[in-house]
């Protein structure tokens, strides 16, 4: 599995997309499922940007990516803020526009698009999320 | 990502070129909210050159449908939505909240 390290800021959201995309299409996963595992990496690094690293300009973002057999996996670690994206309620996708909330939106695209989403927070402050997905 | 504006007689139209995702939504939401500023709350976004739509471009849309609708004085529309990312929005609940249009023009003609 190869790591590649990105600072944790929005304007590297293009390239994380672009080196999991990759991957995926070079392993066979077909355009609908890599635009699928692009959005949830995008999800889940901006996740970790916005909310890890809220307040910390200089974070890193450890970004390994591998494909074994049919399943692509996708870990994501950071060293901010403990951020489990399975204690934020899920959105009311129902709601009015009015009521509509967005918070949680991202998460809840990043778990629907991914067949398994995993986090673990150790005590030496270091997070990581795991994406797994399935050829179908 | 790029932005153009179009102004039509009865709506204004916002091209979305390119990758909206948290690092460009912002200037997406700006040119929205100057359409509002602007006092036009007709909108189309035309999305047939869009490549890649986060949750962060969602919610540029959201609150520009918010501000638009307020009063009965609008709405945002969308145009030629590329499959995957109007799956994404159906995932997402919010092809409920926007009429989409397979083209552009149609899209004016609504207004």
């Given at each position: 599995?190869?790591t590649?390290?990105?600072?944790a800021?929005?304007?590297f959201?293009?390239?994380?997309r672009?080196?999991?995309?990759n991957?995926?299409?070079?392993?066979?996963?077909?355009?609908?499922d890599?635009?699928?595992?692009?959005?949830?990496?995008?999800e889940a690094?901006?996740?970790?940007?916005?909310?890890?690293?809220?307040n910390i300009?200089?974070?890193?973002?450890?970004?390994?990516?591998g494909?074994?057999?049919?399943i692509?996996?996708?870990?994501?670690?950071?060293?901010?803020?403990?951020?489990?994206?399975?204690?934020i309620p899920?959105?009311?996708?129902?709601?009015?526009?009015?009521?509509?909330?967005i918070?949680?939106?991202?998460?809840?695209?990043m778990r629907?698009?991914?067949?398994?989403v995993h986090?673990?927070?150790?005590?030496?402050?270091?997070?990581?999320?795991?994406?797994l997905?399935?050829?179908r | 990502?790029e932005?153009t504006?179009?102004?039509f007689k009865?709506?204004?139209?916002?091209?979305?070129?390119?990758?909206?995702?948290?690092?460009?939504?912002?200037?997406?939401?700006q040119?929205?909210?100057?359409?509002?500023?602007?006092?036009k709350?007709?909108?189309?976004?035309?999305?047939?050159e869009?490549?890649?739509?986060?949750?962060?471009?969602?919610r540029?849309?959201?609150g520009?449908?918010r501000?638009?609708?307020?009063?009965?004085?609008?709405?945002?529309?969308?145009?030629?939505v590329?499959s995957?990312?109007?799956?994404?929005?159906?995932?997402?609940?919010?092809?409920e909240?926007f009429?989409?249009?397979?083209?552009p023009?149609?899209?004016?003609?609504?207004?």
């Amino acid at each position: 599995m190869k790591t590649v390290q990105f600072a944790a800021k929005f304007e590297f959201l293009d390239e994380i997309r672009e080196y999991v995309g990759n991957i995926a299409r070079e392993s066979g996963f077909g355009d609908k499922d890599v635009y699928n595992i692009q959005l949830a990496t995008d999800e889940a690094a901006s996740n970790i940007i916005e909310h890890a690293y809220e307040n910390i300009t200089d974070g890193v973002l450890e970004l390994a990516c591998g494909v074994q057999g049919d399943i692509i996996k996708i870990i994501l670690t950071d060293h901010g803020e403990a951020f489990d994206p399975s204690e934020i309620p899920l959105p009311d996708l129902k709601a009015d526009l009015s009521d509509r909330k967005i918070g949680g939106l991202g998460i809840f695209l990043m778990r629907k698009l991914m067949d398994e989403v995993h986090y673990e927070s150790r005590a030496d402050k270091s997070n990581t999320l795991t994406l797994l997905k399935r050829k179908r | 990502m790029e932005i153009t504006v179009h102004e039509f007689k009865h709506c204004d139209m916002i091209k979305v070129k390119g990758r909206v995702d948290s690092a460009t939504a912002p200037k997406l939401a700006q040119a929205l909210e100057a359409a509002n500023d602007g006092g036009k709350y007709k909108l189309v976004v035309d999305m047939s050159e869009l490549e890649y739509m986060s949750s962060a471009g969602f919610r540029a849309l959201l609150g520009a449908q918010r501000n638009s609708r307020r009063y009965n004085r609008g709405e945002v529309i969308l145009a030629s939505v590329p499959s995957r990312i109007r799956e994404a929005l159906e995932l997402a609940g919010f092809t409920e909240l926007f009429k989409t249009f397979d083209d552009p023009l149609s899209a004016v003609g609504h207004f």
